[in-house]
């Protein structure tokens, strides 16, 4: 099927009603390394069943379509695609066990050319049983095999700069060998992040870690540096994926800022690379939360 831009970006997706349990949270939490120390009590909501709360980007995993563009009808080469930003917006508290429903659009498309790819710009908002907006999800998708249709090249969203200054906070997080096996029980099964084999072929020496699984891991340094564990704090998460994480790996991320707008990016310690860019966060001063 050859690749139509304009046919894309009219792409009717099914609203997606998706039931979540506690035990779903809990498992999205652990995924993310909560609950490491199993004694610390500002974690134990995440993982706890009494007084439970959800972790804010695990609005990033509901209401999913399901991996849309390996369908033969899009024309996409999607061996050659790669999550390039994630954004949350939480308009309201994400609630531990919920039925939310997920509605996706395309909603750009840029040409970067036949050496870069075809970038695509998703949207998804959730909504609960009543029709009410809980969430926000967006992300940037580069298909790399499909640049070169003729389309505009831009503009694309700025990015959130981070200041050239030492940061205001420092938050380091442990992953485990087995990270990603947890995590991928949420949604993801990508093979990549589970069987060594493929992980060779896809010109990595072992199964990297999720991206949405650092995304979630930067989520958790913001609530545990600025947030006081206080999820309903945290209005907004956004970021670039630069370069994978390997299970195992320390992420350290740093922070510029405490409430309102904030900025953050992340690294693998022992490599020192850059995983996450142009981090940006929204924090609330008070712990009522989103408004």
Known sequence: MAFDPDKLLQRRFVPVAQSYTAKDSILYALG?????????????????????QAV???????????????????????????????????????APAATVIGRTRVKAILDKGPEVGALF??????EDS???????????VMAR??????????????????????PDHVCDLPTSPSQALLY????????L????????????????????CTYGIACHALLRTLCGYVPQRLRRIDTRFTSPVYPGETIRVEIWGSQGEVRFRATALERQVMVLNNGLAVIDAAAGGPR
């Open 193 to 212: 992040h589970a069987d060594p084999e493929v992980a060779r072929v896809g010109g990595f020496e072992r199964p990297i870690l999720h991206g949405l």
């Open 56 to 94: 804010p980007t695990q609005a990033a995993v509901l209401g999913y379509p399901g991996f849309w563009m390996k369908e033969p009808d899009t024309g996409i080469d999607w061996r050659k695609v790669l999550h390039a930003s994630q954004s949350v917006q939480l308009h309201r508290p994400l």
């Open 32 to 52: 993310l390394g909560f609950g490491r120390d199993p004694l610390d009590a500002r974690e134990l909501p995440f993982v706890y069943e009494e007084r439970q």
């Open 130 to 140: 009543d029709g009410e907006l809980l969430a926000t999800v967006e992300q940037a």
């Open 184 to 191: 991928r029980l949420s949604g993801d099964l990508n093979p």
């Open 121 to 126: 710009f998703v949207e998804r908002t959730l």
């Open 145 to 166: 095999g499909n640049g070169g249709f003729g389309g505009a090249s831009g503009p694309s969203p700025a990015a959130a700069k981070v200041p050239d200054t030492p």
